[in-house]
């Protein structure tokens, strides 16, 4: 069956420290992998795309890989700090018109 | 604020009622989307319409019916809804990609939500 996990509910980290998320996905084959910010009572914010045919993408903290052979995307934010506190959401196009999402991860920086 | 604004905020409903969630995009793009996100649950795409064509109708109940009568202006009627369709509504809209054309990223522009209570 077809399906987007991202493997950690919950991510607490210290201040300063490198946060990584986990995205991966089974039976698709995405031309690109998006990824969201959502802060609570909030609708989710585009933050960045990574296409198949690129390993990394990178815009300020954030980092962004995408290795297709392991059908896995990491998110990383480097220099963290506690307002990048949030649920972070993967998301692919399954199928023309239709953008699915993962189940997100809640991340707390802790000062 | 990002060009896609949902009517009302907040909606409580008897089974029994009949409301409607409104979506209005203010960016030019031609598909819109509804998403339901409960809690713990991922969000689940619900409708897409793209040049207010129908495109996805992703098994949901009869009793939540849309409607896009232009490309700016979405709606979602509800009619005898259960206490389990307790969730936040929400609106995305984005540009459509032609292919695999690199012209635009796909990314949605979501709005704030509806939140919706079901008595």
């Known amino acids: 069956s077809q399906k987007i996990e991202q493997n950690s509910e919950a991510l607490n980290i210290q201040e300063g420290k490198t946060a990584t998320l986990t995205c991966n996905y089974t039976n698709y084959s995405p031309a690109y992998l998006q990824w969201y910010r959502q802060d609570p009572g909030r609708g989710p914010v585009f933050l960045l795309l990574?296409?198949?045919?690129?390993k990394e993408k990178r815009k300020e903290r954030l980092k962004v890989t995408f290795d297709t052979t392991l059908k896995q995307s990491l998110f990383h934010i480097t220099a963290s700090q506690p307002a990048d506190s949030a649920t972070y959401l993967c998301a692919l196009e399954s199928s023309a018109s239709k953008i699915i999402f993962g189940s997100g991860t809640r991340l707390s920086i802790r000062p | 604020e990002t060009g896609v604004t949902q009517t009302p905020r907040h909606l409580v409903m008897g089974m029994t009622n009949k409301k409607s969630l409104k979506c209005e995009q203010h960016?030019?793009?031609?598909?819109m989307y509804w998403y339901k996100q409960s809690a713990k649950k991922p969000l689940e795409l619900m409708f897409v319409?793209?040049?207010?064509?129908?495109?996805e109708n992703n098994s949901v109940p009869s009793r939540f019916s849309p409607e896009c009568p232009n490309s700016s202006h979405l709606f979602l009627h509800l009619h005898t809804l259960q206490p389990e369709d307790s969730a936040l509504y929400l609106c995305?809209?984005?540009?459509?990609?032609?292919?695999?054309?690199?012209?635009?990223?796909?990314?949605?522009?979501f709005g704030e939500g509806s939140r919706l209570t079901v008595l």
């Open positions: 319409y793209s040049l207010e064509e129908r495109v």
């Open positions: 990574i296409r198949e045919n690129e």
């Open positions: 995305a809209s984005s540009q459509e990609k032609i292919g695999r054309s690199n012209a635009n990223t796909g990314e949605l522009f």
């Open positions: 960016l030019g793009h031609n598909a």
